[in-house]
């Protein structure tokens, strides 16, 4: 099965900094979604977007879907200790099956 | 309070020796899903249904069934479970084509 790609693996950044994270695709989605996931959870989905071109802004977090539709960014801005964990992206393209085509993940580290 | 619930959330059992992972979504979501996460590998669906009776595979499909005879509950099964099956399964249901809720995962081993 595909995967979306997603790097680095790992980052680490100061708290207060501002991450921003990309996921790229050879085929395209109609909609993209961030989750994140804390250890010993699932993934919570943090934002979604629907639409090519589409910013949408969750508190902190600012997304795109980009207008090729086989692109997305996530950032983080001023960073708190507790953005630590995992953020993956999905890419989802309606039809037969409602199937979530993940990337690997990037693992967040942040120093107080 | 909406969720998806897994059990058990940890099992090490022995090869061969049949086991089932319960999903039960109390959300009235059609689909659900079935995916299993591996360092390095991200998260890979096993299996998934779009609603009652209705199922079929994912990327990684050898070594389990499911079964869907209600909407609530989608369990996993594996008939004889082998070493590579060691792994983080999540469950996850949605409304069609919207965004899946994701259980607490279930991790298992396999010795």
């Known amino acids: 099965g595909q995967q979306l790609n997603q790097s680095p693996q790992s980052m680490f950044i100061q708290e207060g900094e501002d991450v921003s994270m990309n996921c790229t695709s050879s085929?395209?989605?109609?909609?993209w979604l961030w989750y994140k996931q804390d250890p010993g959870e699932g993934p919570v989905l943090l934002i979604a977007l629907y639409k090519a071109g589409e910013l949408t802004s969750n508190g902190r977090l600012t997304a795109q879907f980009g207008i090729t539709r086989k692109d997305s960014f996530l950032n983080i801005s001023a960073s708190i200790p507790s953005d630590v964990g995992i953020y993956f992206c999905a890419g989802h393209f309606t039809g037969a099956n409602s199937k979530l085509t993940f990337g690997k993940g990037i693992t967040l580290s942040v120093r107080p | 309070e909406a969720q998806v619930t897994q059990n058990p959330r940890y099992l090490i059992t022995v090869t061969g020796k049949k086991l089932t992972v319960t999903c039960s979504q109390n959300?009235?979501?059609?689909?659900m899903s079935w995916y299993r996460q591996d360092p390095g590998l991200g998260l890979r669906q096993i299996y998934y249904s779009m609603n009652v009776e209705v199922t079929d595979k994912g990327d990684v499909p050898e070594g389990y069934k499911v079964s869907r005879k209600e909407k609530r509950n989608f369990p996993l099964i594996l008939e004889s479970p082998s070493p590579n099956q060691t792994s983080l399964y999540f469950c996850a249901s949605s409304f069609s084509n919207q965004p899946q809720h994701f259980g607490d995962g279930t991790r298992l081993s396999i010795l």
């Open positions: 959300m009235n979501h059609e689909y």
């Open positions: 085929s395209i989605f109609n909609t």
